[in-house]
């Protein structure tokens, strides 16, 4: 597939699924081998992995929404640098729900083979979100 229509499907799982919740729709983006990578570890999770993944994040930020805002594409790999926006109304992390808008900028990488999401990874800034529901805060000197 041309890195295009790879970016493209990256696109609209984000738009279509992710951001709307519709998880019914998830076998269209996602391959049933689908790995989630975090800190060099493998976590094969399939298509019922991504679904509660999707679902428990959703649970924390029911208005989740994700903006892409730049994409790279070489061969099976897209890069997604993305916005996103909540509201704070789940329990995360053990903080109760504050009711407080986040937004939190990160970067995806997903692999995409013969038209499905194989495997995803990337970073978040974890630290705005954080700050702005007030579960840290910052301190100056002497503080």
Excluded at 5 to 23: A, L, M, P
Excluded at 37 to 60: C, L, M, N, W
Excluded at 82 to 97: A, C, N
Excluded at 117 to 142: Q, S, T
Aim: with cysteine.
């Amino acid at each position: 597939m041309s890195t295009e229509i790879n970016k493209d499907i990256v696109r609209r799982f984000y738009e279509e699924v992710v951001s709307t919740g519709n998880t019914d729709r998830i076998q269209e983006f996602i391959s049933e081998e689908y790995t989630e990578v975090f800190d060099g570890k493998r976590y094969p999770s399939g298509i019922e992995g991504a679904k509660s993944h999707i679902i428990g994040v959703r649970q924390t930020y029911h208005d989740l929404n994700i903006s892409i805002e730049h994409q790279i594409s070489e061969d099976v790999w897209v890069v997604s640098c993305i916005t996103t926006t909540g509201i704070h109304k789940g329990e995360w992390l053990g903080i109760k729900p504050t009711g407080k808008p986040v937004v939190f900028t990160g970067v995806n990488v997903d692999k995409v083979v013969d038209g499905l999401i194989v495997e995803h990874g990337g970073a978040a800034n974890m630290l705005g979100p954080l700050l702005e529901i007030g579960a840290v805060k910052v301190v100056g000197p002497g503080e």
